[in-house]
């Protein structure tokens, strides 16, 4: 069975949910002490410390602190709360970058009636319903999991268009932030001898999704520095990847404009006919923090199941 050094902690900036909160809980069951950064309301701590409490319940140390961790203040506050918290042989073996939190608005008008709307329009009027309740009923069975209805599934995009404020805010909140805390960890040498720095991308930064722009800039910005990265700290033992996960039903995907067509179109293609869990995810990650994975660096591996090579 897997079983992780016991001075090894993964750093997890994102933790309280989706990606980060699944590989915290898997890393934990196989003896990784976990630290965890997350920016939370606190009208969410009580669903948020009962996910924690799994983590305590594998008998590993643990931490989490609900701060922010993308400013330089709130950066050396958890740099010196780790120094405090994690013992003197401790070092993290993994810096997972998980955070979602950039701006989603189009970087142009929407035209007002888009193909989904314009048949919605024609369906209603044929039907003799109300285009708002049709769209309801549509929303409704593609969360039931009715994917073939994703044709029907109307978006309705900010009215606001994209700022350089908002480009660029997002670009380091998603991107280049990685390389802050990878220069941080290194400065303070908490990394181990051999450490593995992971960050997550997306199929947008590939595909234009309506309203992703920022998102998309931010995430090929990380695959490049996870480059550099890779090339750069490798002399100190200092693995950097990306992983690039399937459509995957997560509190950041909903927040996604259309994230309801995605996530049925994914499950169309996918080869398995199912959209990828933070699970599926969280287990890849486990397996790149063991010895056998030091010599993969530098890459961008999807964790998919097969969806991004398959037609609908």
């Not at 948020?48 to 409490?53: C, R």
């Not at 920022?214 to 695959?223: D, G, I, P, S, T």
């Not at 550099?228 to 690039?244: D, H, K, L, T």
Request: aromatic share 6%.
């Amino acid at each position: 069975m897997l079983k992780f050094n016991s001075n090894h902690w993964a750093l997890i900036l994102g933790g309280s949910s989706g990606f980060g909160l699944s590989t915290a809980k898997k890393l934990a069951s196989h003896g990784m002490n976990i630290f965890i950064v997350h920016r939370d309301r606190r009208g969410a701590m009580e669903r948020i410390e009962q996910e924690f409490n799994e983590i305590r319940n594998h008998d590993v140390q643990f931490h989490s602190l609900n701060t922010d961790a993308l400013s330089a203040e709130g950066r050396e506050k958890i740099l010196q709360e780790m120094h405090t918290k994690i013992p003197q042989d401790g070092k993290v073996r993994l810096l997972l970058h998980s955070i979602a939190f950039g701006n989603l608005k189009p970087i142009a008008p929407v035209i007002s009636e888009d193909p989904a709307q314009l048949a919605v329009a024609k369906l209603s009027e044929k039907l003799g319903v109300s285009r708002e309740k049709l769209s309801e009923a549509v929303d409704c069975l593609l969360k039931e999991g009715i994917s073939p209805l994703h044709s029907l599934h109307t978006v309705n995009y900010s009215e606001a268009l994209l700022g350089d404020e908002d480009m660029q805010q997002t670009i380091y909140n998603m991107g280049s932030s990685l390389l802050s805390w990878v220069q941080a960890l290194h400065t303070q040498k908490l990394f181990c001898q051999d450490a593995r720095v992971i960050g997550l991308t997306s199929e947008g930064n590939e595909i234009a999704w309506k309203g992703y722009a920022a998102v998309a800039a931010a995430k090929v910005a990380l695959e490049s520095i996870s480059r550099s990265i890779a090339v750069e700290f490798a002399p100190y033992g200092i693995r950097s990847n990306i992983i690039q996960p399937g459509v995957t039903p997560t509190p950041a995907l909903r927040l996604i404009p259309g994230s309801l067509h995605m996530e049925a179109v994914a499950k169309l293609k996918n080869p398995f006919k199912r959209t990828t869990t933070p699970k599926d995810v969280a287990d890849f990650i486990a397996l790149m923090c063991t010895d056998e994975a030091a010599w993969v660096n530098g890459c961008i591996l999807r964790v998919d199941g097969g969806e991004h090579i398959s037609s609908l």
